[in-house]
């Protein structure tokens, strides 16, 4: 009951407020047609989706995606796991990495263009460069918070330091980590975007800078939107996934 | 495994020698040429190039213009973020129909905007400005309703059985209820307003410490570059040492 009131509510809110700006611009309340009109912005929806303009577009953005976010995986769990189990290590570059945590990553642009080449090279490093901290931090935290009685108990009974990583540290700090992927989603398309209208020739991002700088702002709006749906398919995605790897750790638990 | 009990002192040794290491095999890699000093530039280097930015007055200047921003766009999501959040948590219906532009907001990434806020508002510190304030409005709007929903239902029910008017039962009850999630919410939307500044500096602007970036940049001049990075870092992480305070003084009552 309450699931379906929240539907139709939002859903009722979404379609008014599409019906208020369908009618602002012919009804005279905005003076100048800055603000298109959903029916035109869903026209050339349909034609930049048929021109093939969004996919390939897509592509290059999500191959960038891909290629800096694994990386930004495989890089900062082990990392993360490595600096949480060891308090002498944690202690050495807590400092270090909370001042590179703050940093707003997206500033190293002009010199990841430089290092890693205009385009594809920079856009891979700034995903990695957005992502990878949020997960190391957060792993980091997961592994430090599991329950060091747990860890005493696998050491009683003759298990390994692996043993410890695969049967303790690791299953207990999933929570964290998962934290740590989510922001590191949002961080990566953040650098996919701003990279590559900083700086491409390719790609959704510089397509949006394109539209922008030639006033075409019934095109942008309909790129926005796809950046848009993007992140909230990939927002959605790692919701289930969340969901999902608790699902698992009830079961596995006793 | 390491049964070794280190104290407080040491996690400050231990820190700044991380820190005072890691510039050293900075300087040693440009000074040995591991890697191309131009493209690496080297602690040393940087230390002039603050001192130079820092002389010649245009350090403040950009620090003055990216804090300016800063702060009007943090200010502007707190006095719109924090009643829309109450007014969520408070009544279903609203929540509902807000949730969906909330929750597309807060997983997009937001920078696409920026072209449409250059066309609507020109070039220039109020384009960075509501860059910003988008950036960080949806994180105060969410740790806002949140923290509402979470204010115990009793609190507010004895609240209303003396009698208290809506304006009491906000200053009152949910207000101070909802604090410690608001002030948390606040210390991520400033890091996220500062990600806005800076990006929207770093597109188009001609001061602040992303346009310094951003122009010394396109001129390779990195030693220029790492002291405009420095900076920020010292920005960010001085603002959220400052909300750490705010969240002690304010929060205190809580334990």
Known sequence: MKRWQRAWIGGLAVFAFLILWEAATPLGWVRVAGISRPTLVGGAFVQLAASGEIYDGLYISLKGFFLGFVLAVVIGIPVGVVIGRYRFLSMLLDPLLMAIYNMPKVAMMPLLVVWFGVGFGATVAVVLLGAVFPILVNTAVGIREVDPVWVRAVRSFGGSEWDVFKKVLLPGSVPPMMTGIRLGVGRGLLGVVVSEMYASTEGIGHLIGLYGMSFRITELIAMVGVVSLLGFVFADLIRRLEVWVSKGRAEVQW | ?255
Not at chain 2, 33 to 61: H, K
Not at chain 2, 167 to 188: E, N, Q, S, W
């Open chain 2, 1 to 255: 495994m390491s049964t070794l009990r280190y104290r407080r002192y040491d996690t400050v040794y231990l820190g700044a020698i991380g820190i005072i290491g890691a510039l050293l095999v900075w300087e040693l890699a440009a000074r040995l040429r591991l890697a191309d000093p131009v493209l690496i530039s080297s602690p040393m280097l940087v230390a002039g190039a603050l001192r130079g930015w820092a002389v010649s007055g245009a350090l403040w200047r950009d620090l003055g213009t990216t804090l300016y921003e800063l702060v009007i766009a943090i200010g502007a999501s707190a006095l719109v973020g924090i009643p829309l959040g109450v007014i969520m948590g408070w009544n279903r219906p609203a929540e509902y129909a807000l949730d969906p532009f909330i929750w597309l907001l807060y997983s997009t990434p937001l920078v696409s905007f920026w072209p449409l806020f250059i066309i609507w508002l020109g070039i220039g510190a109020n384009a960075i400005i509501a860059l910003a304030f988008l950036f960080s409005i949806v994180q105060i709007v969410i740790n806002t309703m949140v923290g509402v929903k979470g204010i115990d239902p009793v609190l507010v029910r004895c609240a209303r059985s003396f009698n208290a008017r809506a304006v009491d039962l906000f200053f009152k009850v949910t207000l101070p209820g909802a604090l410690p999630m608001i002030v948390a919410g606040l210390r991520l939307a400033l890091g996220r307003a500062l990600i806005g500044v800076i990006v929207g500096e770093l597109f188009s602007s001609n001061a602040g410490l992303g346009f310094h970036i951003s122009f010394y940049g396109t001129r390779l001049q990195f030693a220029d570059v790492f002291a405009g990075l420095f900076v920020i870092v010292i920005v960010g992480v001085g603002m959220s040492q400052a909300i750490r305070l705010l969240e002690s003084r304010l929060v205190r009552w809580k334990s």
